[in-house]
């Protein structure tokens, strides 16, 4: 059975860049779609990326700016980063198998942004 | 943007109780691209229904979904205990692709 696992520093201070990874084990990263979803406290999910194990990628408008998805298909990975962070970044962000909907997700990662 | 509006916020029944959680979205979506999943304390969310109506791998046929349009609907024929959870209703048919804030089930 497929499983997803989001690992990367659980702190990270304004201004600097969150980098995530999720390990795709169980299963091959190809081909298909992969996800990144973050859920602030209190707040409700948001979509904000996905990238085809091909490369090409879909982003929220709303983070396109400072977001960046990556696949390494050698590793059986794929990757987020978010620049510029600020407390409104602080989340629990999830990786998921799938594009637009229909996810299969990972246990998520809490990422909290201060100095 | 499409925004989703679930209601009641919470939900307490007794186990066997009919469970109603509505979905409303802010402009039509295509029952396509309507999807509920639940997520329990500690754990990540699990597609319950997919395409409106669809159950996924392993659901329980006391989970149904119905809808078109705008309104849409999650319904648990007989609670279970272990159907304490939030709830959450997404739509993929126009993007960004947007979630609803959640139904909290509780069981009494």
């Known amino acids: 059975q497929v499983r997803l696992q989001e690992s990367g520093p659980g702190l990270v201070k304004p201004s600097e860049t969150l980098s995530l990874t999720c390990t795709v084990s169980?299963?091959?990263?190809?081909?298909?779609?992969w996800s990144w979803i973050r859920q602030p406290p209190g707040k409700r999910l948001e979509w904000i990326a996905y990238v085809h194990s091909s490369g090409s990628t879909s982003y929220n408008p709303s983070l396109k700016s400072r977001a960046t998805i990556s696949v390494d298909t050698s590793k059986n990975q794929f990757s987020l980063k978010l620049n510029s962070v600020t407390a409104a970044d602080t989340a629990v962000y999830y990786c998921?198998?799938?594009?637009?909907?229909?996810?299969?997700w990972g246990q998520g990662s809490l990422v909290i942004v201060s100095s | 943007e499409i925004v989703l509006t679930q209601s009641p916020g919470t939900l307490s029944l007794s186990p066997g109780e009919r469970a109603t959680l509505s979905c409303r979205a802010s402009q039509s979506v295509s029952t396509s691209f309507f999807d509920w999943y639940q997520q329990k304390p500690g754990q990540a969310p699990r597609l319950l229904i997919y395409?409106?109506?669809t159950r996924a791998a392993g659901i329980p046929d006391r989970f149904s979904g119905s809808g078109s349009g705008t309104d849409f609907t999650l319904t648990i024929s007989r609670l279970e205990p272990e159907d304490s959870a939030v709830y959450y209703c997404q739509q993929y048919g126009s993007s960004p692709y947007t979630f609803g804030p959640g139904t909290k089930v509780e069981i009494k």
């Open positions: 169980g299963d091959s990263i190809s081909p298909s779609y």
């Open positions: 998921a198998r799938g594009s637009t909907g229909r996810y299969y």
């Open positions: 395409g409106t109506s």
